[in-house]
Every structure is written in C-alpha cells, then in structure tokens.
T-cell receptor, first 112, second 111 residues
Framework: SQTIHQWPATLVQPVGSPLSLECTVE??????LYWYRQAAGRGLQLLFY??????ISSEVPQNLSASRPQDRQFILSSKKLLLSDSGFYLC???????????FGPGTRLLVL | QKEVEQNSGPLSVPEGAIASLNCTYS??????FFWYRQYSGKSPELIMF????GDKEDGRFTAQLNKASQYVSLLIRDSQPSDSATYLC???????????FGSGTRLQVQP
C-alpha cells in the first residue's frame, strides 16, 4: 500500500531564516505531487504541483520554491521566511492519470 | 478565478440525525468532485468522490451532484459525535490538473 511521509511535524523558525520541508511517497511510482498551505481557519491554497522529476508548476508567486529531485520526493524551500509563511503545510499525492489526492500528515510552521 | 463556496458553519445536528453539507462551484466545465474530512489539527482525509450527476452512496455517506446547478452536497446519515469535523469540498480544475478547495464547513454532532 502507499504511504506518504512529511517531516518535520512541527517547526518554529525566526523571520529571515531558511526553510526546507520534505515529503516522500512509498509504494507507488511516478506520482503527481502537490504542496498546499492552510492558514489558520482557512481553506487549502495550492502552492506547487509536479507531474514528474524536475517538472514543477507554481501557483502563487512568493518567496517559496519547490523541487523534485527524485521520483517520490518533493521538497518545499525558502531562502528567507516571512511572518506570513506561518501555516499548516500539506503534501499530497495522486496516482499517475488519476485525480484523487491523498494527503500526508502535514508540517505546522510558525514563523516568529 | 475559479471558486468553490461552502458555508463555514458550524452546522449543528443531534446524534442520529442526517447532516447535509453543501457546496457550489463556479467552473461549469468541472467534471470531478471530492469530499474530504479534516479533524482539528489533522490533515484532510478523502471521504468520497463523484463524477456523474445523481447520487453516490458509500456506507453512511451519500454524495449528490447536480452539474446544471453547479451544486454538490454530502449527506451523512445516522450522524455520530465522531463525525464532528470540518468537511472540505474540492473540485478538479482540469486545465491545471489540480484541486480547488472550498474553505470548509464545520460540523458539530451533539450527543
């Protein structure tokens, strides 16, 4: 069966510090991968999605970037965090050619 | 900008009642619709999806889709306190191959 992992689970970072969040999927190959952010009490905002290694589509221009160095690994990064980057970051995957998305456990980020 | 609208609630129902959660969407070309449940502090989990007009049943859950009215709903029969959560409606944007989510409806099932 397929499993999606995210780490860390929680993170407290100062403004201006860098960020790296990692997501990996097990038990499948060539998945579609997604990064979402959920601000407190808000809906999910799609940040990036990827249909293959090195193929990243950005939804919202901001100080975040994403990379997919391996088939089942998706990384979210920032060089300098802003206060507004605080939120619940969710990675999701879907099987190739399928639309149903499955979410990882999430990373709760607090920027102070 | 394609939109998915949900009443934020809270929707409060007594235990054993039917909970009805509603969602409207703006993109008339949308073909795929999803319901997720999100417990406080947790990530969303898929409840069910629906592609065709009409009803789709899975256990205590029934999804209803009316593409002409751009309306999708989720019925929860015999509601239990464990059903208390936020329910997210999502619509597939076929152009982007990505889901657009509503902001969710908070459901409270009173024992």
């Amino acid at each position: 069966s397929q499993t999606i992992h995210q780490w860390p689970a929680t993170l407290v970072q100062p403004v201006g510090s860098p960020l790296s969040l990692e997501c990996t999927v097990e038990g499948t190959s060539n998945p579609n991968l997604y990064w979402y952010r959920q601000a407190a009490g808000r809906g999910l905002q799609l940040l990036f999605y990827s249909i293959g290694i090195g193929q990243i589509s950005s939804e919202v221009p901001q100080n975040l970037s994403a990379s997919r160095p391996q088939d089942r690994q998706f990384i979210l990064s920032s060089k300098k965090l802003l206060l507004s980057d605080s939120g619940f970051y969710l990675c999701a995957w879907s099987p190739t050619g399928r639309e149903t998305q499955y979410f990882g456990p999430g990373t709760r980020l607090l920027v102070l | 900008q394609k939109e998915v609208e949900q009443n934020s609630g809270p929707l409060s129902v007594p235990e054993g009642a039917i909970a009805s959660l509603n969602c409207t969407y703006s993109d008339r070309g949308s073909q795929s619709f999803f319901w997720y449940r999100q417990y406080s502090g947790k990530s969303p989990e898929l409840i069910m999806f629906i592609y065709s007009n009409g009803d789709k049943e899975d256990g205590r859950f029934t999804a209803q889709l009316n593409k002409a009215s751009q309306y999708v709903s989720l019925l929860i029969r015999d509601s239990q306190p464990s059903d208390s959560a936020t329910y997210l409606c999502a619509v597939m944007d076929t152009g982007r191959r990505a889901l657009t989510f509503g902001s969710g409806t908070r459901l409270q099932v009173q024992p």
